[in-house]
């Protein structure tokens, strides 16, 4: 399958191209059987001969081509009609009725806020080009009308939000918010791309319904990815705030599978400047080595690095409800535990050349013991909350009584 895509140097052109190079890589087999032969990616830079020979041998278009911020109003309809019909008119010189892809707005609507929208007036005339073009040729036309966008590689300060406050705050510049209560729907750029390769599956998903002239018609003439998320700019920047205390807090922010605060968190990330994609921790340190917390969760504990010196035994102590894991990932250990209650002792020798989890139980009091003479012991520990000054539940007491 030969593949085109139009405006591929922009935000979506460049998310798409790469996981279709993925794709025909074999680096992403998860989408099913898919065989991608050639990528053409066309951008404003491109030759017309190049155009020439795309549409001529593409096996399905992606028109992400469009303008968005021109310099004069009519730029709109010249950069968004226009080359869609340059387009549409040479897949018809070549006799090609390949499936084609048109990537609109929701302000082609032309409702409420978008009622005097050049932009959106562009992208209404672009969409009736494509569905007259399905009329007179039979070719399948999927038209998208997208949301607001995000997701890394967008341009700040242009014509997103999210990755204006992302990189803004990112890099301890100031933002602006007329009115926090604000909500925008937005669509994830990865959750964008999975539609793209349904779409060149013919697994696309459609509208239930649209509003067409205060009509509502059947589904089917458009197409929609099927997550997005409805969010107030105020709640989109407190989010980005907690990202931004991370390193200093060491807490992350609850981030649930598919939920916006985890595609948020990803997006923030990109944004980083190089001298904060690094930071230092906190190494408690003395004559037996070292203890350094590495993130703690809100409700799911926190995970810490723990470095025993040679001959070294830490812990001696137990906790009511807490409870950890201890994982060695370098040197020889052996960890022992006994109810407080008894006198056995469960002894297991663990070390990095086999690494597995032991449990501290709750009611058993726990150390961990460096074996060797001359190695550290690394071991990391994770717990099932936060370590709490005001209440600390931990009481020493050896493993053995002599």
């Known amino acids: 399958m030969n593949i085109l895509v139009t405006g591929a140097k922009g935000f979506v052109g460049k998310n798409l191209c790469a996981q279709l190079r993925n794709i025909s890589e074999g680096k992403a087999r998860f989408y099913g059987n898919i065989v991608i032969n050639q990528i053409y990616e066309y951008d404003i830079d491109s030759t017309e001969e190049e155009l020439e020979q795309y549409c001529k041998d593409a096996d399905f278009v992606f028109n992400l081509a469009g303008v968005n911020r021109p310099q004069n109003q009519e730029e709109f309809m010249q950069g968004n009609f226009g080359f869609a019909s340059k387009l549409l008119d040479t897949l018809k010189k070549y006799g090609n009725r390949c499936p084609v892809m048109l990537s609109s707005s929701i302000q082609a609507t032309l409702k409420g806020r978008f009622g005097d929208s050049e932009y959106g007036r562009s992208k209404r005339a672009g969409e009736e080009l494509f569905f007259n073009y399905s009329k ?6 999927l038209v998208y009308r997208f949301p607001n966008l995000f997701g890394k590689w967008c341009r700040p300060n242009y014509n997103s939000a999210v990755a ?10 100031p933002i602006q918010i007329n009115d926090r209560s604000t909500e925008l729907e937005l669509l994830y750029i990865d959750d964008l791309v999975d539609e793209m390769i349904a779409a060149l599956k013919g697994e696309e998903h459609h509208c239930e319904f649209e509003e067409v002239e205060t009509v509502l018609v059947e589904s089917g003439r458009y197409c929609a990815a ?3 998320h409805k969010i107030t700019l105020g709640e989109i920047v407190n989010l980005l705030y907690s990202f931004k205390e991370q390193p200093s807090t060491l807490l992350i922010p609850e981030i649930p599978h598919n939920s916006f ?5 990803s997006t923030y990330l990109s944004y980083l400047p190089k001298e904060k994609v690094s930071f230092a921790l906190k190494m408690n340190v003395d004559n037996r080595g070292s203890f350094t917390e590495l993130f703690k969760s809100a409700n799911c504990g926190q995970v810490s690095i723990n470095i025993s010196k040679p001959g070294i035994t830490k812990g001696e102590h137990w906790h009511n409800t807490k409870w950890e894991f201890f994982v060695v990932v370098a040197g020889k250990g052996l960890i022992q535990q006994r109810r407080i209650d008894g006198d056995e002792v469960l002894n297991f020798e663990v070390s990095g050349e086999k690494i597995e989890a032991v449990h501290m139980l709750p009611g058993y009091t726990h150390n961990i013991i460096n074996l060797s ?3 550290d012991l690394v071991t990391v520990m994770w717990a099932n909350e936060q370590f709490d000054p005001e209440r ?3 009481f020493f007491e050896k493993v053995e009584n002599k």
């Open 373 to 375: 003479e001359t190695e």
């Open 164 to 173: 204006t406050f992302c990189n803004n705050i990112a890099n301890d510049l």
């Open 261 to 265: 605060a985890k595609k948020l968190y």
């Open 226 to 228: 099927p997550i997005t």
């Open 392 to 394: 600390p539940d931990t």
């Open 136 to 141: 007179d040729t039979g070719a399948k036309v």
